[in-house]
């Protein structure tokens, strides 16, 4: 990582301090999508329904932490990328949990749509701090997965609720482990400053 960013625009700087002073926060997030996926991946045939309830916490959670995140970036480029993908995050989450979440199919569409949002707005999020931070290919192969997985569970809705639990447990594990490589990344940079 390139800690010199004296040189960087205002925005750049401001990304940067933010994912300085926020690195637990992706370490946090890529615990949970971590321990989110070891749970898909281990029990898919009996965990689909408690898989919609414990994912529509996830979203609570991963959403409430981008939304503070983002508004703790004054002036951060991308900031309100993260911000309405944190407030979508909050919104299926709510809907999930409280809503008729009855069929694997919606299922399906919900974490389709929250996949597509997150790759978007995590790849934003690489563009605006690639001038200040190596690695950030981490980052957009995120995006480019998630939105990729997403189209994949939009096109092919009804491939039954055993793949999708083992798709969004492979999913979560992968988000997971890059985010959590990237947070030591940056933990690494605010050791060196």
């Given at each position: 990582m390139n800690a010199n960013v004296e040189n960087q625009s205002p925005l750049l700087r401001n990304?940067?301090?933010?994912?300085k002073a926020n690195w637990w926060m992706f370490l946090l997030g890529?615990?949970?999508?971590?321990?989110?996926?070891?749970l898909a991946l281990a029990r898919p045939a009996?965990?689909?329904?408690?898989?919609?309830?414990?994912?529509?916490?996830?979203?609570?959670?991963d959403?409430?932490?981008?939304?503070?995140?983002?508004?703790g970036a004054k002036g951060a480029e991308g900031r309100w990328w993260v911000f309405f993908a944190g407030l979508v995050s909050i919104l299926i989450g709510l809907y999930a949990l409280f809503g008729p979440v009855n069929t694997v199919l919606l299922f399906?569409?919900?974490?389709?749509?929250?996949?597509?949002?997150?790759?978007?707005?995590?790849?934003?999020f690489?563009?605006?701090i690639?001038?200040?931070?190596?690695?950030?290919?981490?980052?957009?192969l995120t995006g480019v997965l998630s939105?990729?997985?997403?189209?994949?569970?939009?096109?092919?809705p009804g491939i039954g609720g055993l793949s999708v639990s083992l798709m969004v447990g492979a999913w979560a594990l992968v988000i997971g482990i890059l985010r959590v490589v990237f947070a030591f990344r940056v933990r690494s940079l605010v050791r060196n400053t």
């Open positions: 990304a940067l301090e933010f994912a890529g615990i949970l999508y971590i321990l989110f996926g070891i009996s965990a689909l329904l408690a898989l919609a309830v414990v994912f529509a916490c996830f979203l609570l959670v959403g409430i932490f981008s939304a503070v995140r983002a508004l399906v569409y919900v974490v389709a749509f929250q996949a597509i949002l997150f790759g978007v707005s995590i790849f934003m690489g563009v605006s690639r001038k200040a931070v190596s690695g950030e290919w981490m980052l957009y939105v990729l997985f997403g189209l994949l569970l939009l096109w092919a």
